[in-house]
């Protein structure tokens, strides 16, 4: 990493917005595509921010799932033994999640990519120098029991 790089590293981990003009998103099948941030998710990042707790009642397709994954990530990448908690209707819904912050992951320059994967796998993904983790449950009564983390995301609560 040269200079410039570990001085925008520095400036990332104050401006979640900046880390998203390195984002690309890719559904199965295509090509990976640059992130738009769309006006609508720009408030949701914002209440992301100030907000503990959100309640958010939404139509499909509408770019939210991605918008948790990359924030799930981001705070891994950014904050030392940070954990992420995705609980949704079902395990294959709680992965699918999971996956999308590790396509993100995998489309970002790879001078931002200097940690060891670790855990990695398609219901845990951290990075072993952070002590950082992302995990994946389904919804049930006792999902993250005894877990202490530091955001928890619960897509699909209405199933």
């Not at 914002?46 to 924030?71: E, H, N, P, R």
């Amino acid at each position: 990493m040269d200079k410039e790089q570990i001085l925008e590293a520095g400036r990332i981990r104050n401006d979640p917005f900046l880390f998203l003009k390195y984002v690309k998103i890719q559904e199965p099948g295509q090509l990976a595509l640059d992130y738009e941030l769309w006006p609508h998710l720009i408030e949701f990042y914002k209440a992301l921010g100030t907000y503990k707790f959100i309640d958010l009642i939404k139509s499909k397709q509408i770019g939210i799932s991605w918008a948790l994954a990359i924030v799930a990530l981001r705070e891994i990448m950014t904050l030392p033994g940070w954990s992420v908690l995705e609980i949704s209707k079902g395990m294959v819904e709680a992965q699918e999640l999971l996956a999308k912050s590790k396509i993100v992951y995998n489309n970002l320059p790879d001078w931002m990519k200097v940690y060891t994967l670790e855990p990695n796998s398609s219901e845990q993904f951290g990075f072993k120098e952070m002590r950082s983790v992302i995990q994946a449950f389904p919804s049930t009564e006792t999902a993250g029991i005894g877990k202490t983390v530091g955001r928890v995301i619960h897509d699909e609560s209405d199933f």
